[in-house]
């Protein structure tokens, strides 16, 4: 299960409070991504990212921001403005001339309180 | 955009009989349709996909079938063992980005 890890497991989080979810890979891969998972609603896309210092949003990014500074990260700021934080993030990767596949990290969950 | 429908939302079969999960797509330019099994608490990996140029795929006990003309594409588990009870994604990509379904839950019953 190495290759890419996200850091840490649990979170708590105070109502108001900006936090950063950590995502790293050794892949070599150029592709990055960020899906939330909430029960019943499969895996939706917050941002990705195709190259450093490029990233596009993805279908709900109201409330979440990102940056990638070096090819290996691909951190995920939760802001105040995300009206329902609590969820389960997802962190992948993907070669980015490859068929598609990602490879995702173990997840985050993030609870807001 | 890309929207994907999966079905059923949960599905239970008997040990040894075999499981079929369904998903639509809207895009007739999507071209690459992987799916992803997701065991209680652990991340996602991909099992199995297939490419718009084939219509079937196996590996063991799984197959994916492809109907471009009808924008559909199944998930077929033969011989099932209680290691098969997950939550199952369909997905599909015509390029980086991957639309997933909502997932199903499958259940085995010994």
């Known amino acids: 299960d190495g290759g890419i890890t996200q850091s840490p497991k649990y979170l708590f989080r105070k109502e108001g409070q900006n936090v950063t979810l950590s995502c790293e890979q050794n892949?070599?891969?150029?592709?990055m991504y960020w899906y939330r998972q909430d029960p019943g609603q499969g895996l939706r896309l917050i941002y990705y990212?195709?190259?450093?210092?490029?990233?596009q949003k993805g279908d709900i990014a109201e409330g979440y921001s990102v940056s990638r500074e070096k090819k290996e990260s691909f951190p995920l700021t939760v802001t105040s403005a995300q009206k329902n934080p609590t969820a389960f993030y997802l962190c992948?990767?993907?070669?980015?001339?490859?068929?598609?596949?990602?490879?995702f990290g173990p997840g985050t969950r993030l609870t807001v309180l | 955009g890309e929207n994907v429908e999966q079905h059923p939302s949960t599905l239970s079969v008997q040990e040894g009989d075999s499981a079929v999960i369904k998903c639509t797509y809207s895009?007739?330019?999507?071209?690459?349709f992987p799916w992803y099994k997701q065991e209680l608490g652990k991340r996602p990996q991909l099992i199995i996909d297939?490419?718009?140029?084939?219509g079937e795929k196996k590996d063991q006990r799984i197959a994916v079938t492809l109907n471009k003309t009808a924008k559909h594409f199944s998930l077929h588990i033969t011989e099932t063992q209680p290691e098969d009870s997950a939550v199952y994604f369909c997905?599909?990509?015509?390029?980086?980005?991957?639309?997933f379904g909502t997932g199903t839950r499958l259940t085995i019953i010994p």
């Open positions: 990212s195709q190259i450093v210092n490029d990233f």
């Open positions: 892949l070599n891969h150029d592709a």
């Open positions: 997905a599909a990509s015509m390029g980086e980005k991957l639309t």
């Open positions: 992948a990767s993907s070669p980015r001339l490859s068929h598609n596949e990602q490879f």
């Open positions: 297939i490419r718009s140029n084939v």
């Open positions: 895009d007739s330019a999507s071209n690459y």
